[in-house]
Nanobody, 122 residues
Framework: QVQLVESGGGLVQAGDSLRLSCAASGRTLNGYAMGWFRQRPGKEREFVAAISWSGGVTKYADSVKGRFTISRDNAKITVALQMNSLKPEDTAVYYC???????????????WGQGTQVTVSA
C-alpha cells in the first residue's frame, strides 16, 4: 500500500508564498509521476500540477501557471509545490497524488494523500 502525507499548509495573506511537501512511503513509487490537486470550497477537486518521474516533464493548470512550481526529490520520494503570489481564490485543501503516467495522473491518479488546508486571506 502507498501512503502519501502532505505538509506545509497554513494561513497566509494574499501575495505571500507557501511551500507544500508530500512524502511517499510504503510500496515503491519508482517510475511514478506525482502531482497536486486541490478542492476549493463548494467546488470539485481539480488538477493543479504534475511532474514526471524524471522531472523532465511538468504540467500546470492555467490558473497557477507562472505562480506555482512543482519539483521532486526521487532519493527521498518527495514532491513539493512552491506557491508564490497567492490569491484568496487559491484557498483550498491541497492533495498529493501519484500515478504511473503523467497524462493519466492529471485526470485519474492511482493514489491520494489526505490533504492539507491552505487558506489565503485578502
Amino acid at each position: 500500500q502507498v501512503q502519501l502525507v502532505e505538509s506545509g499548509g497554513g494561513l497566509v495573506q494574499a501575495g505571500d508564498s507557501l511551500r507544500l511537501s508530500c512524502a511517499a512511503s510504503g510500496r515503491t513509487l519508482n517510475g511514478y509521476a506525482m502531482g497536486w490537486f486541490r478542492q476549493r470550497p463548494g467546488k470539485e477537486r481539480e488538477f493543479v500540477a504534475a511532474i514526471s518521474w524524471s522531472g523532465g516533464v511538468t504540467k500546470y493548470a492555467d490558473s497557477v501557471k507562472g505562480r506555482f512550481t512543482i519539483s521532486r526529490d526521487n532519493a527521498k520520494i518527495t514532491v513539493a509545490l512552491q506557491m508564490n503570489s497567492l490569491k484568496p481564490e487559491d484557498t483550498a485543501v491541497y492533495y498529493c497524488a501519484a500515478g504511473l503516467q503523467i497524462m493519466v495522473l492529471t485526470t485519474h491518479p492511482q493514489y491520494w494523500g489526505q490533504g492539507t488546508q491552505v487558506t489565503v486571506s485578502a
